[in-house]
Structures are given as C-alpha cells and as structure tokens.
C-alpha cells in the first residue's frame, strides 16, 4: 500500500484525525513511561485488572449522566489506591489486585444489567474509538498525561530502587506501600487514558507491550524508557494512518502492530549472542 504525500496531508484536513493524533500523543507518552515500569515490576495484571475496574465505573457514570470519562478516573484511581494499600510486596499483589477486581465486576454485572440501551457506549469503552475524540477531551487527555508523567518524575529514583532490590531498600527506610499507592494511582490515571483509544479489553496491547518489546531489546534502563515511548507513539500513530486508510478498526491495528513488534522482539532475544549485542549496541546509540 502506497500513501503519497498528497494523499497523507488530506488526512490532517480532518478535525476527527488531529484530535486522534493529539490524543494519541498523550496516551502514547504515558503508556510508554508508565508502562516500563510496569513490567519491570511484574505488576502487568494489575493494569490489566484496572481497565476492567474502569469500565464498572465508565457505565456507572453513564448511568448517572456522567461523563464515562470522569467515570472511569475516578474508579480506577480508587482501584490503584486500594492494590496498593491491600498488597505492597511482590507475593501479595496477585491476591489484592484479585480481590479489588472481582468486586469491581460484580458492580459492572449490576451497572451492564441497567446499561442496555447504551450498546453504543458500550462497545466503544470496550474496544475504543479514537476517531471520536473531540477537541475537549484532547486537551483533558494532554492535561492528565502531564499530571501522570510529571508524577511519576517524582518517584522515579526511589520507584527504581524498591523495583530492582525491594528488600535492600526497606531496610534504608523506603516505605514500599506509599510508592507502591502512588505508583498504581499513576498507573490508574494512565489506564483511563488507554482505555480511550483501544477500549478496556486491548489495554495491553498499548500499555504493556511497547514496555515489553523495550524490554527485551535492551537490558540498559534509560534506553529501554525512551524505546518503550518511541515503540508506543509509533503503534499509535501507525495504526491510525492504516485504518485511515483501510477503514478497518484502529484498535485492531495497534493491537497488531503491538504483537507483531513483541515478537520480533522475542525473536531478537534469541538470537545468538553476538548478533544480539550487534542489534543492541545500535538501538543504543
């Protein structure tokens, strides 16, 4: 498939696709940063278990004639701060964020049972629809992801150290519950975001696996970040140039795109050893 320049600036003519780009910019950022860490504390189920969490909240806000948006914030928040009050060491977390969960889906049964007649609404928090982002939520999405990223600025060092040597870092005083709320309250704020572009079901393809990709590409920490960031935006804006253009679902081709780089990604970590420090020292620099 082809794109010429002409037919590639006739995109952003578009108002609905310089809101998804925008949009797809704020989520992208966030999701890369936030989601290093997330996989490099092992804590993937929980955001995994947060989308699901914002969903029950999504549908209860409509239900009250809210916004889904505000719906959303405000129940994953709740959900994070609870995971992380519930469960701060490694051994614990499946079970708090497995409690914290289950409950919030009994809620979404009761919410889906009243929720009917928004089938509409319904699948779009499911699967996402970027293409329907209109110009205020862009700026509340930009606005939240600064907030998101410029909190997690703040806790990165000590966040690093409970990540990577846990046990040596209580023992110097570092309170692993406190970074263990303030981290999944980001990671709540960054969950609300994804949800709006690849719906509550796909969040991993957006969150966890750019993170994960980097990961396996590079073991160095601050190139591992950067990569994480650059593979996320570069789905986002990919999968909306390809569905542009084929009128299949955005969702769907970031989702691809997501797996298809992981893979190569595992396949990039079994090759042999030289060839592998080949490729790394390049993605370096």
């Not at 609905?16 to 949009?23: C, T």
């Not at 004639?65 to 469960?87: C, N, Q």
């Not at 930009?142 to 023992?171: D, G, W």
Request: with cysteine; net charge neutral; aromatic share 10%.
């Amino acid at each position: 498939m082809r794109i010429s320049m002409t037919t590639a600036s006739t995109m952003f003519t578009y108002d609905f696709m310089q809101n998804a780009f925008a949009a797809a910019f704020a989520v992208s950022m966030v999701c890369g940063l936030v989601g290093f860490f997330l996989v490099l504390r092992a804590q993937t189920f929980a955001g995994h278990a947060l989308s699901h969490v914002g969903f029950t909240g999504a549908t209860g806000a409509v239900l009250i004639g809210v916004s889904p948006l505000w719906g959303l914030i405000a129940m994953t928040l709740a959900a994070g701060v609870g995971m992380g009050l519930l469960g701060e060491r490694l051994h614990q977390r499946d079970v708090a964020i497995g409690i914290v969960l289950s409950m919030s889906l009994g809620l979404g049964l009761l919410f889906l049972n009243f929720f009917t007649a928004y089938a509409t609404q319904a699948t779009t928090l499911l699967f996402g629809n970027i293409l329907g982002i209109d110009a205020t939520t862009v700026w509340t999405l930009l606005l939240l992801a600064i907030a998101a990223i410029a909190a997690l600025a703040a806790i990165a060092r000590p966040l690093l150290f409970v990540s990577l040597q846990p046990e040596l870092a209580e023992a110097k005083g570092v309170s692993l519950r406190l970074l263990s709320v303030l981290f999944l309250t980001i990671v709540a704020l960054g969950v609300a975001e994804c949800v709006q572009i690849v719906g509550v079901l796909l969040v991993f393809a957006l969150m966890v696996g750019p993170a994960a990709a980097a990961q396996r590409f590079t073991t160095r920490f601050w190139s591992g970040l950067a990569l994480s960031v650059a593979l996320a935006l570069s789905e986002a804006w990919l999968g909306l140039v390809l569905a542009f253009y084929t009128d299949w679902p955005t969702s769907f081709w970031i989702t691809a795109l997501s797996s298809g780089v992981y893979l190569i990604a595992v396949l990039h970590a079994n090759l042999p050893a030289w060839a592998r420090e080949a490729t790394g020292a390049s993605l370096s620099g």
